[in-house]
């Protein structure tokens, strides 16, 4: 059975397109088309992204024995200011590509979230804005400057309601590939 999936990956560019093809994934850049033995995959890795103008985007990377990589995402631009979820064709090629990669190589590595480091970096620097943050707003108070105050806790809102979803969605831990994470695999099941 033939799988397709294509998104444009940039605001400016051309789209990216995946067959999938038993074995084999066949990636056309439209500069370039590559052909990509699915037994030669070392790993798979899902993560969050928080898009630009609030887009969540989820983004599939597969890196290759010989360390080359390419990577598929959930959103698809259309101009500089529109993008376009793809989240129910993107589960359908995801779910597939993983079935086919675990057929084709029962050694491939599956993950879910960043890098162990940079998941920690991340969730560091946000706990020290975030307590950075309540130390402006104690001080602030503290010297009658209600609407520094104010600010510094609208601010704090706003970082938690990006930072959460990234440090929560991209911990680090394997999982099987039929059975991938649905955080990390938007649309319906």
């Keep these: 059975m033939t799988q397709t999936y294509e998104h444009n990956p940039r605001p400016v560019g051309g789209p990216v397109s995946f067959t999938l093809k038993g074995g084999e994934l066949v990636v056309d850049t439209g500069r370039k088309v590559h052909q990509v033995r699915l037994g030669a995959v070392e790993s798979v890795r899902m993560v969050y992204e928080p898009g630009r103008f609030g887009q969540k985007a989820y983004r599939t990377k597969v890196r290759m024995k010989d360390g080359k990589t390419f990577s598929f995402t959930s959103v698809s631009w259309k101009s500089m200011i529109e993008a376009e979820q793809r989240t129910d064709a993107y589960r359908a090629f995801a779910q597939a590509l993983f079935s086919a990669i675990a057929q084709a190589n029962p050694d491939a590595r599956f993950e879910a979230g960043k890098p162990y480091w940079i998941w920690l970096s991340t969730t560091l620097l946000a706990v020290a804005s975030l307590l950075a943050m ?51 695999l938007p649309g319906q099941p």
């Excluded at 402006?136 to 990006?162: C, D, K, N």
């Design 134 to 184: 309540a130390i402006l707003i104690w001080r602030a108070l503290q010297m009658g400057s209600t609407s520094v105050a104010f600010l510094g806790g609208l601010f704090a809102l706003v970082g938690v309601w990006q930072i959460e979803p990234m440090v929560r969605l991209n911990k680090p831990r394997p999982f099987r590939p039929d059975a991938p994470p649905p955080e990390l």
